[in-house]
């Protein structure tokens, strides 16, 4: 019998995954654009280099001009998930070794700086502050203070991973899902029409 803060997480997640399948339905049932031109590339070519290629720095013009915070949702964004590979090893009551801790460790405590940083840019910074919805501030210190406490584990811990998950499918975090399908349709989009990956049908 799982103890009642084990059962609590479960219950969070299942209503974060329950929550982002309706959403994911809800936006299905749009249906699908047509699409009347003779195709000019590959849109499977187009879907590869819309997750490999376009996310490179060099192919973002924002991210060319804001490499430092590039670099921080990097290690954010791996924090993140260090921290939910340790909550599943929690709930099902395996210890990492400590050679598989300390770069977990590692992990957690750049990507707690680099949320906190982030935060703090949007907050002093007044066109990214004029930009932002409660929403982004919600959602950056949910996952932030989760990833943060993931270093000490025990029952605040636990809480914070309930309280983030049952916000994933009320707020920005749903890009958790969303990041996916959006730039699978980008590239399956522009690599029909031979723009992606450059240098293709329109590129010759």
């Known amino acids: 019998m799982p103890s009642p803060l084990v059962f609590g997480v479960l219950a969070s997640a299942a209503w974060a995954v329950t929550g982002l399948a309706l959403l ?12 009347h031109a003779a195709p000019a590339g590959d849109p499977a070519a187009g879907v590869r280099y819309a997750f490999t290629g376009a996310m490179r720095p060099g192919a973002k013009e924002s991210v060319r001009e804001h490499l430092h915070s590039y670099v921080a949702g990097l290690a954010y964004h791996a924090g993140i998930f260090a921290a939910l590979g340790l909550l599943v090893c929690t709930l099902v009551g395996w210890s990492p070794p400590g050679l598989v801790r300390m770069p977990v460790q ?3 405590g750049l990507g707690a700086l680099s949320g906190s940083s982030l935060l703090l ?21 949910l996952a932030t203070v989760f990833v943060a406490l993931a270093q000490i584990g025990g ?23 969303f990041f996916f399908v959006a730039r699978k349709n980008l590239g399956a989009f522009f690599g029909r029409r031979g723009v992606f990956p450059p240098g293709g049908a329109h590129g010759r």
């Open 155 to 177: 029952t605040v811990w636990l809480l914070s991973a309930m309280a983030l998950l049952i916000y994933v499918p009320l707020g920005k975090l749903r890009h958790s899902v």
């Open 24 to 35: 994911r339905i809800e936006a299905s049932a749009y249906g699908r654009r047509a699409l």
């Open 121 to 141: 840019k949007r907050l002093l910074q007044p066109e990214l502050r004029g930009l932002s919805h409660p929403d982004d501030f919600v959602s950056n210190l």
């Open 106 to 108: 590692a992990f957690l």
